[in-house]
């Protein structure tokens, strides 16, 4: 009797026609539709189908990744390092962001987005008027009447998701906050809509990186700052325009072993000192990539990659989501990664906070509990 290796092993040399197995007690058809094997049970042993399916279609897509990114690794040499150092086992578990110039970006952006590799465009703005004329000062004299909303007495020590939103937002003036920041204040105007501030967005000419649709340009003005090791649902670009950021970045096959938030598992509770230093525990077997981002300088962040980005002094920044995002199955697989902690939180957060609507507690830098986002989403699709 044919094992379920064997039943891959033809199934990939077969690329036309059918293939009749019987697997344990179930009869399957193996059926090639465009050259990707589809396996349609019959009877008992579904599950055994459905794994065999899995497996083939692991080996076909790891193929086809293979043959795909020889292209980026000879365009893009440093990339075959940083995969492996990021990939499933690394001797020093860290390793630099790749480099490219802007000229190389052209030639690789796309498969690098495919790939979801992660890469650092090399002063790509240093001749932008962003990074000649932004500075918090110039900012106080062109701004200073505006009235933004700060995150204030910022954490140094932990991670910002875990304390309470209200005990750290704050109403001021844009002037008030550059003082505040001048006198050594944690603090951060963090996600404001770049738009609000006439005349910076045409100081910076995002088609030089981004293709459209380019979901949302947000601005991002602090001192030594940290934002929380987390992962974002969609493609972005975080471009340095003032001071220097400190980036370290983790592959999202990792998710598990990163101390995830039960109500919000794309926050983690990894500390500062966790993230920047000798890691201890299941985190220190984890691969990182870090790397230094400098004024003109635009790091890509893949879709569902986790980020921790932690400013070295006063900093002024741009990030711009865009290009593909997560499905709801990929976030789905995600949950399902997670654990039974989230998966017990999502469910009481989906009746608590969702069908019975009893308020939760709002976090520094979060968004609402998972549960709640799912039981949302639920009846959006029923009054439909």
Known sequence: MPTARDLCAKGLSSTRGTLLKRITTSTVYAVSVAGRIQLRPIGLGWTTAWLTQRLIWSRQGNSLRRRNMSSLQRALPAVGQARRTGGRASRTLRGEIPRVAPERWHEVSEQARSEMVPLIIDGVFADSKAVELWSPRSFADRFGDFEVSVSIDLPAHSAPYLER????????????????????????????????????????????????????????????????????????????????????????????????????????????????????????????????????????????????????????????????????????????????????????????????????????????????????????????
């Open 165 to 384: 939103n209200e005990r750290h937002v704050e109403r001021m003036r844009l002037r008030r906050l550059v003082e505040r920041l001048e006198e050594g204040e944690l603090c951060y105007l963090n996600q404001a809509a770049l738009e609000q501030f006439p005349g910076l967005a045409e100081e910076l000419e995002l088609s030089v990186i981004t293709p459209p649709p380019i979901y949302s340009v947000n601005l991002w003005l602090g001192g030594p700052t940290r934002s929380g090791l987390h992962y974002d649902s969609a493609d972005n670009f975080l471009i340095q325009a003032f001071g220097t950021k400190e980036a370290t970045l983790v592959s999202p096959r990792y998710g598990r072993a990163l101390r995830l938030l039960a109500d919000a598992p794309s926050k983690s509770s990894l500390s500062p000192s966790e993230l920047s230093g000798p890691s201890t525990g299941v985190f220190s077997r984890v691969p990182r990539w870090r790397g230094e981002v400098l004024p003109g300088d635009a790091l890509y962040i893949p879709r569902g990659w986790w980020h921790y980005l932690a400013s070295v002094d006063l900093s002024i920044s741009v990030n711009v989501w865009h290009a593909d995002r997560l499905e709801f199955k990929d976030h789905a697989e995600k949950i399902l990664r997670a654990g039974p902690a989230v998966w017990a939180r999502t469910a009481r957060d989906f009746v608590w906070c969702g069908a019975l609507g009893r308020p939760y507690e709002q976090h520094l830098f979060s968004p609402p509990p998972l549960g709640l986002d799912y039981y949302q989403r639920l009846r959006r699709w029923w009054r439909r």
